[in-house]
Nanobody, 121 residues
């Protein structure tokens, strides 16, 4: 099992920045893809950014140029830096990982509990 815990959410003024962190814990697992999704009230959960095992990064059009996903492999952590925040970025942000037991290939998706980001003046 893999546990994911997000941190770094909060209230930010329009135009501001924040960095979300995700910490993965557990034993005997390997992660292929990692990333961030978000869900605003009444909306579906949408991709924000994903970092694939090979190092490629993909971003939602709505955050392209304003968001950067990065990782610290040694710490099993990854981050989402978001700049020039807009009110429409307000959502519950979920950490995501696709992981499998270290000695197998039964990959599945794991999710954190979410951290709230509110962009408002």
């Amino acid at each position: 099992q893999v546990q994911l815990v997000e941190s770094g959410g909060g209230l930010v003024q329009p135009g501001g920045s924040l960095r979300l962190s995700c910490a993965a814990s557990g034993s005997g697992f390997k992660i292929s893809d990692m990333g961030w999704y978000r869900q605003a009230p009444g909306n579906e959960r949408d991709l924000v950014a994903v970092l694939a095992r090979g190092g490629s990064r993909n971003y939602a059009d709505s955050v392209e140029g304003r968001a950067t996903i990065s990782r610290d492999t040694a710490k099993n952590m990854w981050y989402l830096q978001m700049n020039s925040l807009k009110p429409e970025d307000t959502a519950l942000y979920y950490c995501y990982a696709r992981a499998a037991p270290f000695w197998g290939n039964a990959y599945r998706n794991y999710w954190g509990q979410g951290t709230q980001v509110t962009v408002s003046s």
